[in-house]
């Protein structure tokens, strides 16, 4: 019986080697992933850490075999733990999704957007109104015009911005293999993106008279893709399309459908309906993107997309102007603070509770 013995517990020490060596790429990724600007090395890390948790599964159970096998007395004890091993993989996708969350989560954000270490990405401002094309009337006191146009045209940068982050979603929908409807969805949601820059950016002009759009964006081309592995391509589109999707999209048309019974500017409001309605169709679409990507990679899936519920914060690290924090400027179509914060707790809890009921059954299982 002793080779046997010395087999098993040989199969199931080669395991656990396995599976903490994956724990340490995981965290020595992140790291890397956070001084260097390189696409290749969170893809490189992470398929490192995949393969080799893979292999872990692969050793334990090997081992558990052996154990079955053998009649040692103290195999009880370690097969348990062999039994469990596979469960570290799922620990780990939850930390990836949490992961994701708290670089997508550092501030109220409208939609989808693209991100490098966490950090919104924006194309500069020239003149121009090739990106304001829509005649608009809108008056306020002459203090604040410049004010007002300022922020509504950081509101068009962030529009202009979800364009290329909705490109970048059909790409990687199509890499994946998705269903034409889940891409017939990011290009509908593109082309009202384009509509909401033309929007903000119009609005702008109203307030001050200046004609000012988007620059080139040469660093759209190289945000961030999706990691090479299948498996974690999926968690982390399932928690990209979670966070910017579902939640801040969802958010921003809570918002904004609430500011349309505050705004006091007619033609603003308006605009602010077709925006409500929106980021409401385009937050239900990053809910069909999860349940894809949950039917597609299942229980590693699951486990991150739990990690990112987890991780959301209680409260937004907000961007809005000093003067716009107390709801001042929400006669003219510019949230304030409370009304971010009051919406915001309700997404949470909603995106939270959806989450759990979407992968309850799975994870259980």
Not at 85 to 105: K, N, Q, R
């Amino acid at each position: 019986m002793a080779p046997t013995e010395k087999a098993w517990r040989r199969s199931a020490k080669i395991a656990l080697k396995l599976f903490a060596m994956g724990v340490a790429g995981v965290v020595l990724t992140v790291g890397a992933t956070l001084l260097v600007e390189n696409n290749v090395v969170p893809a490189l890390g992470l398929g490192i850490s995949t393969a080799l948790f893979v292999l872990g599964v692969g050793w334990s159970i090997v081992a558990f075999v052996r154990i079955v096998r053998s009649e040692d007395e103290g195999t009880r004890a370690v097969g348990t733990a062999v039994v469990l091993l596979p469960m570290l993989t799922g620990a780990v996708f939850s930390l990836f999704g949490a992961f994701l969350t708290l670089w997508a989560t550092m501030g109220f954000a409208r939609g989808r957007q693209l991100r490098r270490r966490g950090k919104v990405l924006l194309a500069p401002l020239e003149k121009g109104a090739g990106w304001a094309r829509i005649k608009i009337p809108a008056s306020a006191a002459r203090e604040l015009r410049d004010s007002l146009a300022a922020r509504w045209r950081e509101n068009g940068r962030t529009e202009h911005a979800s364009v290329a982050a909705f490109a970048r979603l059909t790409l990687d929908l199509i890499a994946l293999g998705a269903p034409p409807e889940l891409i017939e969805a990011a290009n509908r949601d593109a082309m009202d993106e384009i509509r909401h820059a033309d929007l903000c950016f119009s609005i702008a002009r109203a307030f001050d008279g200046r004609s000012e759009s988007p620059g080139p964006f040469p660093v759209a081309q190289h945000a961030g893709g999706l990691p090479s592995s299948r498996a974690l391509a999926l968690a982390s589109l399932a928690v990209s399309s979670l966070v910017d999707g579902a939640l801040h999209e969802g958010l921003s048309a809570r918002v904004i459908a609430r500011l349309v019974k505050r705004c006091e500017e007619p033609a603003i409001r308006d605009a602010l309906r077709e925006l409500a309605a929106d980021e409401g169709r385009h937050s239900a679409h990053g809910w069909d993107v999860v349940e894809w990507c949950l039917a597609e990679g299942g229980a590693p899936v699951a486990h991150a997309l739990r990690g990112a519920v987890r991780t959301i914060p209680e409260h937004l690290d907000s961007d809005l102007p000093a003067d716009a924090r107390s709801g001042a400027w929400e006669r003219y179509g510019i949230h304030g603070a409370s009304l971010e914060a009051e919406e915001h707790a309700k997404a949470r809890a909603d995106v939270a509770r959806r989450v759990h009921e979407l992968t309850r059954e799975l994870l259980a299982a």
